[in-house]
């Protein structure tokens, strides 16, 4: 059943051999050397965008307009920043848990994209509480020590699974 589900994933595969020839090997080797590298590339492209919304955040968003009344009261009132001190606190911690998780055993995806999103609506919690100038730090360093262990998390995954493709690589152009 393996090989046949096989043979349905490699068009390349003849029914009657059950192997890849050594051409095929080599190419579906270099298609996967590249996804691995283009997950590590994800991983810095995410941590960029964090950095910008840091950015933002740090300059206390003034690049968006002021929130009106009206907004303010279709809202209703904020959150204590006590409050959301604890939400990030658990966020963190169940963040870190995940990805602690995901180091051995994981996919080697990266998956810093809900991160982001998570981190970007503390600060715009702070802000919307008026609360961003004295929470900022606390927000940004839970991001980099998110973002950043789950950086490392897919670059080591990928790096070791790249040299055992190359390996592989190796072995075949003998």
């Known amino acids: 059943m393996f090989l046949r589900r096989k043979q349905k994933q490699n068009h390349h595969l003849s029914p009657d051999e059950g192997v890849l020839s050594p051409d095929s090997r080599r190419q579906e080797i270099h298609i996967r050397i590249r996804y691995l590298k283009k997950q590590i590339r994800y991983g810095q492209w995410w941590m960029a965008l964090f950095f ?3 950015l933002g955040a740090a300059a206390n968003f003034r690049f968006l307009p002021p929130i009106s009344e009206e907004v303010r009261i279709f809202l209703g009132a904020s959150p204590s920043p006590s409050l959301i001190s604890i939400a990030l606190i658990v966020y963190a911690f169940s ?3 995940l990805i602690f998780g995901h180091m051995n055993t994981g996919p080697r995806r990266f ?3 809900s ?3 998570y981190l970007s609506a503390f600060y ?3 802000y919307y509480t008026d609360a961003l100038r004295d ?4 927000v940004f360093i839970a991001g980099l020590t998110i973002l950043g262990l789950e950086n ?3 670059w080591s995954g990928c790096s070791e699974a790249i040299k055992e493709e190359e390996k592989v690589l190796a072995y075949l152009e003998k």
């Open 52 to 54: 910008l919304v840091s």
């Open 95 to 97: 963040a870190l848990i």
């Open 111 to 113: 998956r810093g994209w």
């Open 115 to 117: 991160h982001i999103g």
């Open 124 to 126: 715009l919690f702070y």
């Open 135 to 138: 929470n900022f730090w606390p």
């Open 152 to 154: 490392y998390r897919v």
